[in-house]
């Protein structure tokens, strides 16, 4: 946890250590009001994040890095980072060009979300206990994005091959470099499909995904740095649910027996509740906090198929 911050606003001197630039700031941020939700929910943490990445340092080395006084030239980097992260309002990590998901780090930039889905503490168990871990052969990530819940599926999963779903080639183009950087070339492939249609008749053990689902009106209220982000992987029409629904529809054709379905719908859990009334969601809870993520067995989607069809 990195130094409380303090209420300063004025530029550290050249002596400045690593805890008096996290707590310059944070100060800055707090006075710029910002907003903090792609990896971090508080301005220490976040300024934490820049100060570690512009001095070269390592997270997991604090406490005892908070003592340390930068370089003139890191000082000048990490002063501007603020500078960025202000004036320019988009989230640290594509300043940085790296998130943390599931205990790796992926790289990230403006052609993908930040990776932040609670779905990292589920690919962490290996899917159990909704599933047994060493029955699984094969997973599909829908909506792939940067490729982390691929990616990290595949680490979690080392019998496991994983297709690494997105409809946009520049989320592909992001997802390569992260299937090479993490060295899951031999399991990991990423696979131009919209939705289910690129995938001919494959079937899965696990069908994952962390779809757009972000309706008109909550769109409309987002924060800046959301906006950021690109449209594609956050909008998911008017109430949120054009992809979730396609999803469900077909995702029956895809699961092997005795298959799953997980998928975060966040906000739009109760427009999903209330235009699948009869479906019998069970809605995961996680230890590090998160929700609005659902889990249908193979079984459950091929039953109620009428209903997923008529909407």
């Known amino acids: 946890m990195p130094p409380t911050p303090t209420t300063s606003l ?3 001197g050249a002596h400045a250590t690593v805890a008096q630039l996290i707590e ?3 100060a800055r941020f707090i006075a710029a009001d910002l907003w903090f939700g792609h990896g971090s929910d508080n301005a220490g943490d976040e300024a934490a994040e820049l100060v570690v990445f512009g001095a070269g340092l390592r997270h997991e080395d604090a406490p005892a890095i908070y ?5 003139d030239a890191q000082r000048t980097a990490i002063l501007e980072l603020f500078e960025r992260r202000i004036r320019e309002r988009v989230p640290a990590a594509y300043l940085t ?4 998901f599931a205990g790796h780090e992926f790289y990230v930039d403006e052609r993908v979300l930040v990776p932040r889905s609670p779905l990292a503490e ?3 168990r290996g899917f159990e206990p909704w599933i047994d871990a060493d029955r699984i052969r094969c997973v599909l990530d829908i909506g792939t994005g940067s490729g982390c819940i691929a990616i990290a599926a595949a680490l979690a999963l080392p019998q496991a091959r994983v297709d690494a779903a997105d409809l946009s080639d520049d989320a592909l183009a992001v997802t390569a470099i992260n299937i090479e950087r993490l060295q899951v070339a031999d399991r990991v492939r990423a696979v131009r499909s919209d939705v289910f249609s690129g995938l001919a008749d494959a079937r899965y053990d696990v069908i994952v995904s962390n779809p757009p689902y972000v309706g008109s009106e909550e769109l409309s209220a987002l924060p800046e740095e959301y906006r950021r982000e690109p449209r594609l992987g956050l909008f998911g029409g008017n109430d949120g649910l054009d992809i979730v629904k396609r999803i469900l529809r077909e995702a029956s054709d895809h699961l092997r027996p005795g298959g799953i379905l997980v998928v ?3 906000n739009s859990e109760d427009a999903l509740v209330e235009a699948c009334p009869r479906v019998p969601f069970v ?3 996680f230890e590090r906090g998160g929700g609005g993520v659902f889990l249908l067995t193979a079984e459950q989607l091929a039953e109620h198929r009428g209903d997923f069809a008529a909407r």
């Not at 003592?67 to 370089?71: A, E």
């Open 264 to 266: 975060e719908v966040g």
């Open 10 to 12: 004025n530029p550290p």
């Open 67 to 71: 003592g340390r006084q930068p370089s």
């Open 97 to 100: 060009k790296r998130m943390w």
């Open 24 to 26: 310059y700031g944070a």
């Open 122 to 124: 589920l690919i962490e």
């Open 283 to 285: 809605w995961l809870e």
